[in-house]
């Protein structure tokens, strides 16, 4: 088959906390429901993968990744501002999240794949050298730049429809013209992280390699649908080599934090 999914307990791991909006039930929730799906029969399962602290440094500075470990042994404290906490075995939890996704992109630069799905993943806010918005690697920013680095490719898309900005990528890989960025969200003037203005297009070499679209808090599939064909134009100019797509569920509605009103006919268009 040419679509795998990663499936284990071990990415279930990344959470804060029962009392904690990025809490412990999203693993075990998705999990049920592709199980009763039957989705199994379509795709290829393979198991978490822990990343070592070399591969999270192709994008994380070794400073931040030696505290976010010292962090993890005690449990105690902030790994940002107030909004990611050092949980004990946030460390490996977040590694497996990074592992997962580098041994499935291996997996497709190889030619084995043409497709492969993460859940638990896309922990779009991180930056280089600190935590943010619940996210403590940033899986995605990892993947980049191991693509980047691989013989061959010159060009790699990156497509994210999550509620929020997807800033930790964005910003890290601004002034970057290989990364095409297509991102809508809502408007980051009524959501986290505030930022994703239309205005946003890339600097010096990258200018309009960056594509934000934001929507007003409301907007519905009907929205999205006007502005995808924005998208697929978008990546049609710069024929990427490789897509990496951030498909964060509190777009959907119904999400208690944010105020989108998409539905799963909308993720699975942009699939």
Same mark, same amino acid.
């Given at each position: ?47 978490? /993968? ?18 976010? /470990? ?58 280089? #050298? ?7 690697? #940033? ?10 680095? !691989? ?38 003037? !009524?959501?986290?992280?505030? !930022? ?15 594509? #934000? ?59």
């Amino acid at each position: 088959m040419e679509l795998s999914i990663c499936l284990g307990d071990e990415l279930g791991r990344y959470h804060f906390g029962a009392d904690h909006p990025f809490g412990p039930l999203r693993y075990p929730a998705f999990l049920e429901a592709f199980e009763e799906r039957g989705l199994g029969q379509h795709c290829v399962v393979r198991s978490p /993968r822990q990343a070592m602290a070399a591969v999270i440094e192709r994008f994380h500075t070794p400073a931040y990744v030696e505290r976010v /470990r010292d962090a993890s042994a005690t449990g105690w404290g902030y790994l940002d501002y107030g909004d990611t906490p050092a949980v004990p075995g946030i460390y490996e939890a977040a590694a497996f999240v990074v592992g997962s996704v580098i041994d499935a992109l291996g997996s497709m630069l190889a030619g084995e794949l043409r497709r492969a799905f993460v859940p638990i993943a896309g922990l779009h806010h991180a930056r280089r #050298n600190r935590a943010a918005g619940f996210c403590v690697f #940033n899986d995605c920013g990892v993947a980049i730049e191991t693509a980047m680095a !691989t013989p061959g490719i010159e060009r790699i898309a990156y497509v994210d429809i999550d509620a929020h900005h997807g800033d930790g990528v964005f910003y890290a890989f601004e002034s970057d013209p290989r990364v095409i960025v297509a991102d809508t969200h809502q408007d980051g003037r !009524t959501l986290y992280p505030g !930022t994703g203005d239309a205005s946003e297009t890339g600097r010096g070499e990258a200018k309009d390699t960056k594509l #934000n679209i934001p929507l007003p808090p409301g907007a519905s599939d009907k929205d999205f649908f006007a502005a995808w064909p924005r998208i697929e134009a978008h990546l049609e100019r710069f024929e990427p080599q490789l897509i990496l797509f951030q498909c964060g569920v509190d777009s959907l509605a119904g999400d208690p934090i944010t105020a989108l009103q998409l539905s799963e006919q909308a993720h699975a268009h942009a699939a």
